[in-house]
Nanobody
Framework: QVQLVESGGGLVQAGASLRLSCAAS????????MDWFRQAPGKEREFVAA????????VHADSEMGRFTISRENAKNTVYLQLNSLKPEDTAVYYC??????????????????WGQGTQVTVSS
């Protein structure tokens, strides 16, 4: 069993940075691929980034234009999402998810075993 708890969200101005964290309980965290998603009001959930179990491979959504970076520290059972040059359209609830699929599997085809409760990011103009 793995429990995921996100933190680090908040209200910031456009251009600012935030680092989101997703802390996992359980001894099997390092076995999982970890993904970040976001969902804005009235919109569908959107894939943001993914990282392989050992951090050796990463995938970021093209729409981020290099502004976001995913990373992980298995010794701390934590995955991070660095958000830079934030824009008002980045406003959303950000979720982390854990799955046992390979990094090459498209998120739409992934089966995620665990989800966090989300952390709100609000970017003002």
């Amino acid at each position: 069993q793995v429990q995921l708890v996100e933190s680090g969200g908040g209200l910031v101005q456009a251009g600012a940075s935030l680092r989101l964290s997703c802390a996992a309980s359980g001894r099997t965290f390092s076995s999982y691929r970890m993904d970040w998603f976001r969902q804005a009001p009235g919109k569908e959930r959107e894939f943001v980034a993914a990282i392989s179990w050992n951090g050796g491979s990463r995938v970021h959504a093209d729409s981020e234009m290099g502004r976001f970076t995913i990373s992980r520290e298995n010794a701390k059972n934590t995955v991070y999402l660095q958000l830079n040059s934030l824009k008002p359209e980045d406003t959303a609830v950000y979720y982390c998810a854990a799955g046992l699929g390979r990094i090459g599997v498209d998120p739409s085809q992934m089966k995620y075993d665990y989800w966090g409760q989300g952390t709100q990011v609000t970017v003002s103009s």
